[in-house]
């Protein structure tokens, strides 16, 4: 973690086979029955441990009608904790509760985040975005909620032809609808 400021953690839910969680590769359906109150409860916990949530454009102008109107455990968290979208097109973003927009250099962005007193920061959102983070090798740790089906089709949450990316295992969790917590770290040996 880091010695001042916050760290960047990554909390993603993803396929066996590693893909995102879409409509279109029947992974949502998958995550949405699976009834597990244990990990649900989890989920949501380190969801109100965030210091605040980093999310591309897209994503938060997806979830801004979502969330507010769903009774869901998550949704608390999701209205309550203060939002950070990385846009250069978006104009206000003040639809959904404590919400900022970040339209510099995403690395300068993030440092300028990390540097703040208080919780870590969670990029809870956006294929895309979190990819670039990954790119730019700016998480800190990697939270992957593997769900138990391969989706055989969909966008990888790692970038092809980056060479390989050594991490560290830091925590796992299995919970009893087959759902794995791994926390990883990266690791500097590279």
Not at 172 to 184: D, F, H, K, M, N
Request: charged letters at 25%.
């Amino acid at each position: 973690m880091a010695e001042n400021g916050r760290d960047l953690v990554l909390s993603y839910y993803v396929s066996i086979d590693g893909k995102s969680v879409d409509a279109g590769n029947g992974m949502r359906a998958v995550m949405e029955s699976i009834d597990d109150p244990e990990q649900e409860r989890a989920y949501v916990q380190q969801l109100w441990e965030a210091g605040a949530f980093l999310m591309g454009r897209t994503s938060y102008e997806a979830m801004k009608g979502f969330w507010p109107v769903v009774d869901h455990p998550s949704a608390a968290p999701m209205n309550e904790i203060p939002k950070v979208v990385f846009s250069r097109t978006l104009a206000s973003a003040d639809e959904w509760g404590p919400t900022t927009i970040a339209a510099g250099d995403l690395a300068d962005e993030v440092a300028r985040l990390k540097a703040q007193a208080g919780k870590d920061l969670f990029a809870i959102a956006g294929d895309s975005f979190q990819r670039s983070l990954i790119a730019a090798g700016l998480v800190d740790e990697y939270r992957l909620w593997v769900l138990p089906a391969a989706a055989g089709s969909g966008t990888a949450l790692f970038p092809e032809g980056e060479g390989p990316l050594r991490l560290r295992l830091r925590a796992s969790t299995a919970y009893p609808s087959g759902v794995l917590e791994l926390r990883y770290a990266p690791d500097d040996r590279g």
